[in-house]
């Protein structure tokens, strides 16, 4: 081996990258060549420049722990959207991934709906899924009322001029579901109330607007992934119910509210 | 895989190596706040891919992908801060005397080093950084930037001569007694 070749191959050389036949004959030759050894020594003080731990770019701790959060917050997110309970994790408590991922779920929710009602999207099933929808939306901090107030009396008259009828908004206190307040809702292409009450913090929303097509006032319910929607017609309003609460007493309030 | 499944495998497998991902990042757009971007934006696509990860060798796999979300980002940025094009290489820097008594000695300067290298080429800086600083083979360096074996190895010889160079102080030698 010449010192051309040796040049060429000390690179690699020093890089652990030939096999041991070609390193032996760099090997051989560098014994025999002062140039090349010198050519070898500065390769190697610039290689522990090039190593030494101040060369280094450390992220700092506190970055290593905003990642690992970020991961952990994608996995729950991709959790969530899948089929399986992901409902059961959405508590009140913990709403701080709610404004991100908001839009996320409320499409995730209307697929999951679709999926799981194996793709019959009757007309009920899609006002279902978009009342589901509101209600999650409006979990979002500052997005549950237009209108905070467990009076009656300034609830109801707020949606004058808001809405082209004027939802019914009972006291049921004394039953032991307060009213905290209403909002502006959209479902099936039109504006509707939203009233919202609450028992031990568990918010129920109501969602109410005119509806003279049918009388069928026989709550029925289901059952979305943790949430419980319950349905019926009133006199002249359409009455949809969804919160967290559990079965049995939902099922009281609608008969509650249903009796006013 | 479930997303508890693919989050453990995550955490053991890929997490570990999130300081050569920084190291990586923050070299080739020579940025902390961009490092940091390209870093976290890196880490969410590696994990949404975890299931492509075969298990080998986590981090060539994971470099791939921060070197990959480095070079759109330079991409999508390029500004001032643009770098240096492959085709529009600095002139390499001249010898500093073509006198073969003298003995070049390198700089072991941390700042002038750490210049050195920012100022390499980003193709050159790149093969250095994953050769010298995080150890990849050059098999692992030629998938990770997507060019053949060959162009590594002339990626690192001229980068590092290039270094050399730049980084080099001639040293008088003492004349040899004797010599007449």
Redesign the interface.
Known sequence: MNCDDSRIYLPAYLDDELDVAESLRVQKHLADCGNCRQAQDQQLALRSALRDPDMYARPSADFSKRIEAAVRRAAKEEARSHRSAWFDSLRLGSLGWVPVAAVLVVMATIGAFLVMNGGRSSHQELIASAVLAGHIRSLQPGHLIDVPSSDRHTVKPWFQGRLDFSPPVPDLSELGWTLIGGRLDYVDAQPVAAIVYQRRMHNINVFLWPDRGSADDTIRQQDAQGYQILHWNGAEMTYWVVSDLNNAELLEFAQALRGH | M???E??CR??EQI?PH??SA??LA??LTRSHED??DI??EA??RA??AIESFRGENAKPWLLTIVRNTSMTWLKRNRSARATIAFEEVLEDPAESSPDPEE??????D?EQ??RA?EQLPLDFREA?VL???EGL??KDISIATGVPLGTV?SR??RG?EW??RI??TPQPVKPQEGAS
């Open positions: 479930t997303s508890q693919k989050l995550f955490e997490s999130l300081k920084y190291n923050r070299w490092a940091e870093v976290q880490f969410l994990f949404s003995i070049l000695m390198i700089s072991c941390g080093v750490r290298l250095v050769r010298e600083m083979s050059y190895m690192l010889s590092r270094l050399r980084l080099s």
